[in-house]
């Protein structure tokens, strides 16, 4: 696998739990530990029994607390820097498997990518909240683990289609939000306007 590959798949897995940061560690310890994929040391211990318990308790956590108005939004605060450690130990797992990055240089790829969907995702949810009064956000949320659990099963599957899925994800989410937050601008102009 060459360098510009190895980075879409790194990019691919990492960009997940920027979504969720339990699910696609899960997903990935569980993939080492039924030997579907090789994880090499240090994240093999993704395949610990005791570690896989441990990303269970902390997933269910997350899939409840993220399906609470308000308490998602706490929940992305306190996950702002847990998910982007996630995605850098994710990117820094897949380059070991492959070889050929650097592993520091992989784990801040990594955290830049889970980072970077982290960032939309946390500033969708207020418009979310704002514009169903907190009733949509258990299914947004659902949707949410979906696309995290679906993206992980993917980039270790096939993990370019991964990357572009993600990466196109990441740029629809972020133009919904952009043109939300125009209208609101230009709604709060023309009432400033009017006002006298």
Do not use: Y
């Amino acid at each position: 696998m060459d360098i510009i590959t190895n980075l879409l798949a790194g990019f691919g897995l990492a960009a997940p739990a920027g979504l969720n940061a339990w699910l696609p560690l899960l997903i990935t310890g569980l993939a080492g530990r039924f030997n579907f994929i090789k994880l090499n040391a240090p994240f093999d211990i993704l395949t610990n029994t005791w570690v896989l318990v441990l990303l269970v308790v902390l997933l269910t956590i997350e899939v409840f607390a993220d399906k609470i108005p308000a308490v998602d939004s706490i929940n992305d605060v306190i996950h702002t820097v847990i998910r982007p450690i996630a995605g850098g130990i994710l990117f820094a797992a897949q380059s070991g498997m492959i070889g050929g990055i650097d592993p520091v240089f992989s784990f801040v790829l990594g955290a830049l990518s889970a980072g970077s969907v982290h960032v939309v995702k946390a500033g969708a949810r207020p418009l979310v909240t704002a514009t169903t009064g907190g009733l949509g956000n258990p299914l947004v949320s659902f949707v949410e683990d979906i696309i995290s659990a679906l993206g992980t099963i993917l980039a270790l599957v096939a993990p370019i289609l991964a990357a572009i899925l993600m990466g196109s994800i990441l740029a629809v989410a972020a133009w919904i939000i952009w043109r939300w937050r125009e209208r609101r601008k230009r709604r709060r102009q023309a009432q400033n306007i009017q006002s006298p």
